[in-house]
């Protein structure tokens, strides 16, 4: 049993090589804002299609995992209040583009 607790806590070559670079993203990110706030642009790009698409495909899937929570806890308790909650959120997730 000793043996295993020893096995367990080694670490491996390639956990200790990857846990080098663990500050890499931080660095990269300092080093991006830096330069964009250099190049000093002001210019915008919206996609109008990106924009909707996103939008549709994002609020729809907020929707579902709340319609199916409500729906879990409809067939658990039975309250009609959760039934209406999951019924609004259904409506609410494809048809949330359309007020744009």
Do not use: H
């Not at 924009?51 to 995992?65: G, K």
């Amino acid at each position: 049993m000793n043996r295993n607790v020893q096995s367990c806590s080694a670490k491996s070559p390639n956990s200790i090589r990857w846990s080098g670079l663990a500050w890499l993203p931080l660095v990269l990110l300092v080093l991006l804002m830096g330069f964009f706030r250099a190049i000093d642009s002001r210019t915008q790009y919206e996609s109008e299609i990106l924009l909707t698409s996103f939008n549709f495909i994002f609020s729809t899937i907020a929707s579902m995992m709340i319609t199916v929570l409500a729906a879990r806890s409809y067939l658990l308790n039975g309250s009609p209040g959760l039934l209406m909650l999951g019924c609004g959120a259904i409506i609410w997730g494809p048809g949330d583009w359309r007020g744009q």
